[in-house]
């Protein structure tokens, strides 16, 4: 598997929007879950964001209403749009490009790659 290469992360103020990227291939889009996740400091990486080949959506509650999944219309690359963002939401961003369903759960099962850094700071 292809290592995701994320992008788009960095510095911004409370209140502030941020759209992260990550590549990706028309085969995966069409045929793969993909999402976003993302780890703070000291805690577990957690799922932010799915997005399914047919366009369903699932979002973590704490993201709901401010961050959008989307990916454009090649297929060629994944966005997570943020808005709203708070001090929460500081963490490193990943991107999966293989996310599977068991037992009424998300987990992944694609690689990883390094990630983006967003830190939400006055």
């Known amino acids: 598997q292809v290592e995701p290469m994320e992008t788009g992360g960095g510095l911004v103020r409370p209140g502030e929007s941020l759209t992260l990227s990550c590549p990706t291939s028309?085969?995966?889009?069409?045929?793969?879950?993909v999402g976003w996740y993302r780890q703070a400091p000291g805690k577990e990486r957690e799922l932010v964001a799915v997005l399914t080949s047919g366009g369903s959506t699932d979002y973590a509650d704490s993201v709901k209403g401010r961050f959008t999944i989307s990916r454009d219309n090649a297929k060629t690359s994944i966005y997570l749009k943020m808005s709203s963002l708070n001090a929460e939401d500081t963490a490193i961003y990943y991107c999966n490009q293989d996310i599977r369903r068991r037992d009424g759960r998300w987990f992944s099962a694609g690689s990883w790659g390094q990630g983006t850094q967003v830190t939400v700071s006055s």
């Open positions: 028309w085969r995966i889009a069409r045929s793969n879950v």
